[in-house]
């Protein structure tokens, strides 16, 4: 292995003399402290100039002297994928959090992320003479209620022949599950575990097609205005302040998904421990089970080391697309992608490249590219399929949606759910702006086949005509505003109440109370069926005043109804009220 | 003051205002120094050659100065003889009094391991009904008061600190103007209170680069009173916008691109790494806090700035304070204040009505600036705004008002004998199953 010695230090940027080959992104681990209380720091090259490499520690340098040795590894940042990743809090580089002991993260404490000594029940699905290629399933085991499979290794490549399997029982991860034979009949052992480069994709799939399944949010404002498909891409821009953290929460609570991974990128702490709390209590509203039986978290703070907060969107992302290859469906949440440009923009720095826009490296928006890239719904080599759906947060500095890390993002999601600091302001949340978020999926002609099997062939042509009201809404509240209340038509009013009673009704959600916060699709379609029966309908009204009145009254019923168990008496209840206030002052036609 | 086996280097090779290079040996990262009795940092090693960062500020010094390393980072000596007592940036006393005894531990030290925090749920009553209405505190939350700099914040702070019910405020002072300083000094020695604060405090007199080390000090001092005596600790930050403005001064000085409004490009990582300090432990490690409320001035109410953006998305919301024309008075602002944490205490650990008779409130609040708009406009009020216009003017004065000093169930009471003043229940917009219960 090559070695070298600590030549300079600015922050954690360490310049190393070396005696040997190295590689781009090589890890290496740096000793500090001399000899006595020696600590290792994890580092990672990210630039070779002649006999200098720069590498950067994933940790405080604080104490390193020039001459501490280093050592370098051979191989890039990797995971170890296996069975025992669910219910885990992992930081960037994928050390369980858990184990570490301590009240404080000392550094240079690493672990192994899995549980060696865990017996698995083990079930073979290969059979001797079979013909396997990297990603095919030799087996499963049964992870929190989810068949984890166990594949041959994404880094093996060629065709192998099954020469032994284990049979069903008990084992434990670093058992021989079965031993391929290759081409040229040399014996390959596999266990149940096995590494991979985190900024390498996984590619062991045989088709990406556009995504066309919805992934049900139990969001309104998502699932009916704007809907996300399973193996789509959405992002999530908004100030501080507009909920961009609650309505992730609310996502990752809710979704669809039978394996969801949020990645906590250089956020707030007390974020992650609210997770850590309520994930364990919470139960999945699809399964009944506890929320955290499915979920795995990569926590890496903003008070944690800048240099792995990069790592940890990539850690994250690989673990996801290991799910995906066994077929299941993988959310995948980072908050926020903005921190982890911001490491990135640290780093350059450091290395005094030529910034670009705001002092970030130039390649910005490639980088952010070819991470969204690694999303996808795919069809597998054994004709099944999984998902890997990525929404990310992005915090733009000053709320300004023109700096590069959102304009890096938008042209590659392709869901934009604009944050609004004017409806935050007025507590309309979820605070996203219906006019000016889009999905993409919603324009894809196999997107609408798919939801007119699953609702009906009439739910897109509503939502646009809800969309169409509510640019209505917007553009006559312009006009009051310069012409006042009685300088425009009384159904100017009307139609304007219309698009407030959308708002209030179907885009605005109580993300706190316990029934509104999840709407099943069948509900979203009543609700949705509901006020556009009110918005369709023409009323008698004498003036403005008796307009606002009406319609707030309208509002309130329901939002009782959105408050109440759905179908349940109570339910009925304000929907027979409501039926009668709509017929004191609708006009039938 | 060297002692034997240290080495003093004589031959400084270079100097910048804030910093000086040597060649030196065996020098460790972050390492102190003494440049002539001046202390310094090591900020950038390259072969044998050392920079430092000098706090005072390089005036005066020459290229033959006396350079001695000290083999350590910065650090503080802690124990209970920290109550009561005022320091400067370096932890050196400056009230007169004796040196502290105790354990020296390193400032600035390690981040607290997520998996060992607890989250926030006790709740912090200041009496003021902006607050503690429309954004509560809990104990291990980070928050500043972003405010222009003629607002009363340090008296606002002030007055939450010695309301609070908290074992010990550790008051850090980053440019602190001397008045500012002495009118700190006098409210905690008036209030009889001086033993359970401990004061870091650079003030203008001083020179601006050794603000850096005041929220490590502050923080090392509140982890641990937090951390081994298992107390709730407070920490005050006044004011960060002067630290960063300190860390954009040494960033300049060692020819670092700067990123937004010529702030480092680590301005994010900085701060979280301050205000990350604010944490709850479970009673399994004793149970303390560590909440830090924090002062962030801004340049003519523009949060777009770098330092109160970063510190927007990173600390648990934001504080505001308005003059209220309509009332005379200094409001705390309801439309862009913000507790991030309120949700774990507003109807759990105060009244069931609290959260949403808090939303309805601010509702009523923004149609009253609405209609106060149309006002302004020349435009015909309905009876609606009228009303609303009342209820804005009364709710400010009784409730949003910093002279306010009541408890949660009186600020309901107070809010819910509004709404009945004013409107009706479909105005107000609240669930109905508490419209019943408290509607007066």
């Given at each position: 292995m090559t070695t070298g010695k600590v030549k300079g230090i600015i922050s954690n940027l360490v310049t190393v003399v070396v005696d040997g080959p190295v590689s781009q992104n090589e890890i290496a681990y740096i000793s500090v402290g001399?000899?006595?209380?020696s600590t290792k720091l994890m580092a990672e090259v990210i630039k070779v100039t002649g006999e200098n490499v720069f590498v950067q520690v994933f940790e405080s340098t604080r104490g390193l002297k020039v001459g501490d040795t280093v050592e370098f590894?051979?191989?890039?940042l990797e995971v170890t994928l296996g069975p025992g990743l669910l219910s885990r809090n992992y930081d960037g580089l994928q050390n369980d959090l858990d184990k570490l002991t301590g009240v404080f993260l000392q550094r240079g404490e690493y672990n192994f992320p899995l549980d060696k000594e865990k017996l698995w029940h083990f079930k073979p699905l290969a059979q001797v003479g079979d013909r396997v290629e990297a990603a095919a399933w030799l087996g499963e085991v049964d992870e929190n209620h989810q068949p984890h499979k166990i594949m041959v290794p994404f880094a093996m490549e060629g065709a192998y022949t099954v020469k032994s399997i284990a049979k069903e029982g008990e084992y434990k991860i670093e058992d021989v599950m079965a031993v391929l034979t290759d081409a040229d009949g040399i014996d390959h052992q596999v266990t149940m575990i096995q590494k991979w480069p985190v900024k390498k994709a996984i590619l062991a799939y045989k088709s990406k097609p556009r995504p066309f399944k919805l992934l049900e949010t139990g969001m309104r404002t998502i699932d009916t205005a704007n809907p996300i498909c399973e193996g789509g891409t959405g992002f999530i821009p908004g100030p501080f302040g507009t909920g961009k953290t609650v309505l992730q929460h609310s996502i990752s609570k809710q979704a669809e998904a039978d394996i969801v991974i949020i990645a906590a990128c250089g956020e707030r702490a007390n974020e992650v421990v609210e997770t850590f709390t309520e994930f364990p209590e919470l139960?999945?509203?699809?399964?009944?089970?506890?929320l955290m039986e499915r979920t795995i978290i990569i926590a890496n703070t903003s008070n944690m080391p800048v240099a792995s907060r990069e790592a940890s969107v990539y850690t994250s992302m690989t673990i996801a697309e290991y799910y995906r290859s066994m077929g299941l469906r993988v959310l995948l949440m980072a908050d926020s992608t903005s921190r982890w440009a911001q490491a990135l923009r640290e780093m350059s720095n450091r290395m005094e490249e030529l910034p670009g826009q705001d002092a970030f490296p130039m390649d910005l928006s490639a980088i952010i590219g070819a991470f969204y890239a690694r999303a996808g719904y795919v069809y597998l080599n054994n004709g099944k399929t999984g998902s890997v759906t990525f929404l990310g947060t992005v915090s733009p500095a000053g709320g300004n949606l023109k700096e590069p890390v959102t304009e890096g993002t938008k042209k590659v999601a392709r869901c934009f759910y604009a944050l609004e600091q004017a409806r935050a302001d007025h507590k309309r949340y979820p605070a996203v702006n219906p006019i000016d978020s889009y999905s993409k999926y919603i324009e894809y002609p196999e997107f609408a086949e798919y939801i007119s099997g699953l609702i009906d062939d009439q739910w897109i042509p509503t939502v646009n005509e809800m969309k169409t009201y509510l640019q209505r809404g917007k553009e006559i509240q312009e006009q009051i505003n310069i012409l006042g209340d009685d300088g425009v038509p009384v159904d100017y009013h009307e139609n304007f109440w219309k698009s407030e009673v959308i708002d209030f009704v179907i885009l605005q959600q109580d993300a706190f109370d316990k029934v509104d916060s999840v709407t099943p699709l069948a509900r979203q379609r009543y609700m949705l069926n509901i006020v556009m029966g009110i918005c369709r309908s023409d009323y008698n009204f004498d003036n403005f005043l008796d307009v606002a009145d009406y319609f707030k009254r309208v509002i309130n019923l329901c939002k009782q109804m959105n408050y109440s168990e759905f179908e349940s008496s109570e339910f009925k209840g304000f929907e027979e009220k409501l039926k009668a206030l709509l017929d004191e002052k609708q006009i039938k036609g | 003051m060297a002692k034997a086996f240290q080495k003093i280097y004589t031959q400084i090779t270079a100097i910048t205002k804030a910093t000086c290079s040597l060649k030196a040996e065996g020098v460790g990262n972050e390492e102190l120094a003494t440049v002539n009795g001046k202390l310094a940092q090591v900020v950038k090693i390259m072969g044998d050659e050392v920079t430092l960062q000098v706090f005072q500020g390089t005036e005066g010094i020459p290229t033959n100065a006396e350079v001695v390393f000290l083999g350590k980072a910065p650090s503080l000596k802690v124990s209970d003889q920290l109550a009561g007592r005022f320091f400067n940036a370096y932890g050196d006393?400056?009230?007169?009094?004796p040196a502290v005894e105790g354990k020296e531990i390193e400032i600035g030290g390690p981040s607290v391991?997520?998996?060992?925090r607890k989250q926030p749920s006790e709740l912090i009553a200041t009496g003021i009904a902006g607050i503690d209405l429309n954004n509560t505190l809990v104990s291990g939350q980070k928050i500043p008061f972003f405010a222009d700099p003629d607002q009363p914040y340090n008296q606002v702070m002030a007055n939450v600190a010695l309301r609070a019910d908290v074992d010990k405020i550790i008051l850090g002072g980053m440019g602190l103007t001397n008045d500012d300083y002495l009118y700190f000094k006098n409210v905690f020695a008036n209030a009889g209170v001086l033993d359970r604060i401990v004061s870091f405090v650079n003030t203008t007199e001083n020179p601006a680069v050794e603000r850096l080390l005041i929220p490590d000090m502050a923080l090392a001092a509140a982890e641990y009173f937090a951390v081994e005596k298992h107390q709730k600790v407070l920490v005050l930050l006044t004011d960060m916008t002067l630290y960063a403005d300190a860390l954009a001064i040494v960033s300049n000085r060692m020819d670092q691109i700067p990123s937004k409004d010529s702030m480092p490009g680590s301005l994010y990582s900085d701060l979280a790494k301050i205000y990350e300090k604010a944490v709850q432990f479970p009673e399994e490690a004793g149970g303390g806090s560590i909440t830090i409320i924090a002062v962030t001035t801004l340049s003519g109410g523009d949060i777009t700035h770098a330092i109160p953006d970063n510190t927007g998305y990173i600390t648990e919301g934001q504080l505001y304070l308005r003059r209220d024309a309509e009332i005379g008075k200094v409001i705390?602002?309801?439309?862009?204040?913000?507790?991030?944490?309120?949700q774990l205490v507003a109807g759990k650990k105060t009244r069931e009505d609290h959260p949403q008779v808090m939303n309805a409130a601010i509702r009523l609040y923004a149609d009253a600036a609405n209609a106060k708009t149309k006002l302004e406009n020349g435009f015909d009020l309905t009876d609606y705004d009228n009303r609303c216009l009342e209820f804005a003017k009364e709710y400010s004065d009784k409730i949003l008002a910093i002279d306010v000093n009541i408890n949660t169930v009186e600020m309901l009471d107070i809010a819910w004998s509004l709404f009945a003043k004013y409107f009706k229940p479909e105005e107000v917009n609240i669930k109905q199953a508490l419209v019943d219960k408290y509607w007066k």
């Open positions: 001399g000899a006595k209380e590894q051979g191989h890039m139960e999945d509203p699809h399964t009944g089970r506890k | 006393p400056i009230d007169g009094g391991n997520p998996v060992r705390v602002d309801p439309f862009r204040s913000l507790s991030r944490l309120k």
